[in-house]
C-alpha cells in the first residue's frame, strides 16, 4: 500500500525566513508528485506539479524538488511571508488514476 | 471560468436517508476523483473516473457509489449514509488520465450524518 509522510506536522517561523518542508514516500513507482495549499475551511490549490522524470519545479519562491530513489520530496519556501500560513499537502500520484496524500504540514509565519 | 463546482456546499441528514452529492467541471478534463477529508486521516481517495464510463476504487470505497455517463459531471451517491460518512468531500479533475498534469479541486462538500 501506497504510504506518503509529511514532517513535520506543524512549523512556526519568523516572516522572511527560508524553509523546507519535507514529503516521504513509500512507491518508487510514482508518476507524478504534486504539492497543494490549503487554507482553513478551503479546498485545495495546486502549487507545483513534478513528472516522475524530473528532479525540480520552480514557481515564484516556491522550489520543489523530486528524489525518487530515496523515496523524497522537499518544498522549500523563500523568504516567508505571513500569507503563505496555510497547510501544504504532498500527493503522490501512482498506478494511474490512484493519488496518495500526505497529511499536510501546517506552516504558521509570523509577522 | 474554469472551475469544479459541487452542491451542496453543506449537508446535514439523518441515518440511511439516500444522498447525491454533485461533481461538474467545465474543463473538458478527462479524470475527475472524489477524495474524503477527515481530522488525523488526511486526504483520502475514494473513487476515480479515467473517462466517461470508467470508474476505479480509491482507498475508501466502502459506502459510496459513483458514475461517469458524461465527461463533465461525476456525482458521488450514498445510497445509506451512516454517521462515520461525516467528513468533508472534495472533488478534482484533472486534464488527462495520465497524472501529467495537476488535480483541480472543489470547493468542498461538508456532510454531517446523525
Known amino acids: 500500500k501506497q504510504e506518503v509522510t509529511q514532517i513535520p506536522a506543524a512549523l512556526s517561523v519568523p516572516e522572511g525566513e527560508n524553509l523546507v518542508l519535507n514529503c516521504s514516500f513509500t512507491?518508487?513507482?510514482?508518476?507524478?508528485l504534486q504539492w497543494f495549499r490549503q487554507d482553513p475551511g478551503k479546498g485545495l490549490t495546486s502549487l507545483l506539479l513534478i513528472q516522475s522524470s524530473q528532479r525540480e519545479q520552480t514557481s515564484g519562491r516556491l522550489n520543489a524538488s523530486l528524489d525518487k530513489s530515496s523515496g523524497r520530496s522537499t518544498l522549500y519556501i523563500a523568504a516567508s511571508q505571513p500569507g503563505d500560513s496555510a497547510t501544504y499537502l504532498c500527493a503522490m500520484g501512482a498506478n494511474a488514476g490512484k493519488s496518495t496524500f500526505g497529511d499536510g504540514t501546517t506552516l504558521t509565519v509570523k509577522p | 471560468e474554469a472551475q469544479v463546482t459541487q452542491n451542496p456546499r453543506y449537508l446535514i441528514t439523518v441515518t440511511g436517508k439516500k444522498l447525491t452529492v454533485t461533481c461538474s467541471q467545465n474543463m473538458n478534463h478527462e479524470y475527475m476523483s472524489w477524495y474524503r477529508q477527515d481530522p488525523g486521516l488526511g486526504l483520502r481517495q475514494i473513487y476515480y473516473s479515467m473517462n466517461v464510463e470508467v470508474t476505479d476504487k480509491g482507498d475508501v470505497p466502502e459506502g459510496y457509489k459513483v458514475s461517469r455517463k458524461e465527461k463533465r459531471n461525476f456525482p458521488l451517491i450514498l445510497e445509506s449514509p451512516s454517521p462515520n460518512q461525516t467528513s468533508l468531500y472534495f472533488c478534482a479533475s484533472s486534464p488527462n488520465s495520465g497524472f501529467t498534469d495537476t488535480q483541480y479541486f472543489g470547493p468542498g462538500t461538508r456532510l454531517t450524518v446523525l
Open positions: 512507491d518508487s513507482a510514482i508518476y507524478n
